[in-house]
């Protein structure tokens, strides 16, 4: 069992910058894989970045490729996304995820309780 708790999110002007945390405990952190996923009201989850339980590997959604960052600092057992240039379609609810399996699909194992991303002038 890997319990996750996300931080980091608020509401943010066009244009602006977040940092999405993602603490974890249990079993052992770089026994998995990371993702962040987002949904935002009326649409399916969808999965943002990913990130191999090294960090040798990330993956990103084409909407967020030069935006976002995904990172992770296995001795602290935590989970990144450091968001910027956040558009309003980027407003939506943010999960992070541990999973085994690479490159990351539409599920995970374990799931964070979601932090809210609003983007709005």
Sequence with gaps: QVHLVESGGGLVHP??????????????????????????????RELVAGITWSGGSTYY??????????SRDNAKNTLYLQMTSLKPEDTAVYYCAAG??????????????GTQVTVSS
Excluded at 29 to 44: C, I, L, T
Excluded at 61 to 70: C, E, L, N, P
Excluded at 100 to 113: A, C, E, I, K, N
């Design 61 to 70: 959604a084409d909407s967020v490729k030069g935006r976002f960052t995904i």
């Design 100 to 113: 085994l399996r690479w490159p990351p699909g539409t599920s995970s194992d374990y799931w964070g309780q």
């Design 15 to 44: 244009g602006g910058s977040l940092r999405l945390s993602c603490a974890a405990s249990g079993r052992t952190f770089r026994d998995y894989h990371m993702n962040w996923y987002r949904q935002a009201p009326g649409k399916e």
